[in-house]
């Protein structure tokens, strides 16, 4: 799952991560020598991340619903219309599935 981080949480996390590796760097190499409160800031950043990014995902599955069923209610009406009206229905329809596979690609990044 992805993580959304906030610009924020970036910078805060490459600060730690510079601190752990100064930490690590001087201390002994057979012990663990980064501070414990580094680890639990860096843990409870990438949590709210987490969740950020499990409610993101969330929301695109509702929309995504929402667009395919666009999608068939547009493709249902160009099959019934005929002449000038089938031809816009059509470009509907067509707009209609573009946002649809959209959501799709954007989905698949939180997956």
Do not use: C, F, P
């Amino acid at each position: 799952m992805r993580s959304s981080y906030t610009r924020g949480e970036k910078l805060r996390l490459a600060w730690l991560v510079a601190k752990a590796a100064k930490q690590s760097m001087a201390g002994d190499r057979n012990v663990d020598t980064i501070d414990d409160r580094v680890k639990r800031e860096a843990e409870r950043i990438e949590e709210r991340a987490a969740e950020r990014g499990k409610a993101e995902a969330k929301a695109l599955e509702g929309q995504l619903a929402k667009a395919r069923h666009d999608a068939a209610t547009a493709k249902a009406t160009m099959r019934t219309s005929k002449g000038a009206d089938r031809a816009a229905a059509r470009r509907e329809m067509h707009e209609r599935e573009g946002a649809a596979r959209r959501l799709e690609r954007e989905l698949r990044t939180y997956q």
